[in-house]
């Protein structure tokens, strides 16, 4: 899996990683993937819910030694 963009949002409390996330998938054509870096652990239930309510997918994420790691594909 090709990762289109990175997104670094670490340090960031909730609503602000969903906040750069929207405006970053805004940027991304149908099909690529965002790379989203966290350390909110509110992202563990945001990001999941985010991506159901707006018809991206979440296509894995992982707990890191700093925080989060998600992968997002734009739907």
Known sequence: MKITRSLDTSG????????????AMGRLAVG?????????PGTRTDIPSWCERTGNRLLGSEETGEGFRYLVEKG
């Not at 602000?16 to 405006?23: A, D, R, S, Y």
């Not at 690529?32 to 909110?40: F, M, Q």
């Open 12 to 23: 960031k409390c909730c609503p602000m990683p969903i906040v750069e996330l929207n405006k």
């Open 32 to 40: 690529e993937v965002l790379e989203v870096i966290a350390t909110d």
